[in-house]
């Protein structure tokens, strides 16, 4: 007999009641397709995921890359990258805007910012220490006045198959 615990991890499950069918059946309680359970487990999964799609415009140049940050929480928001789900970095940038989707994702609340690095240093560039000199946006097209937006002001909720928005650059 396997070992529950590796049979499990192999077939990546999901649900509660599937995990304990696959116990059984690695005990020899229940004789069972592992493939087909698995196959299923990870569509159902796969059902109650869907895609962000993030279109910008309002980009003032070609020079540097695009960085577009999607967070799945509120802490460290935007600024520690503990809280970033998945980074995209876009180079070369295309004239009339850009689109980026993020997919399979699991319902819930997300925010996007995104950064025009024109100057490829990694960071955002400030002019006297306060204002940004190089472009940025946030879902929501939230404009932020003295500092940086809570996650709350600037989050979009995926509870559908799909969703779109739109962001326009600022600078």
Known sequence: M????????????????????????????VSLDSSAIAEDAL??????????????????????QLVIRLYDRADGFPRHAKS?????????????????SFDDLP?????????HDEDRNGDMTYRFYLLPAEGYCFSRNFRPRFRAPSFEKVAVTLDQPERTIELQMRY
């Open 2 to 29: 396997c070992d529950p615990r590796s049979y499990i991890e192999k077939a990546r499950l999901t649900t509660r009641s599937t995990m304990v069918l696959h116990i059984l059946a690695a005990a020899g309680a």
């Open 43 to 64: 569509k159902a999964e796969s059902q109650d995921n869907g895609s962000l799609h993030v279109s910008i415009t309002g980009i003032r140049n070609q020079t540097g």
């Open 84 to 100: 970033v789900r998945e980074i995209r970095k876009v180079n070369p940038i295309r004239a009339g805007g850009i689109k980026v």
């Open 107 to 115: 319902r819930g609340d997300y925010a996007v910012c995104v950064t």
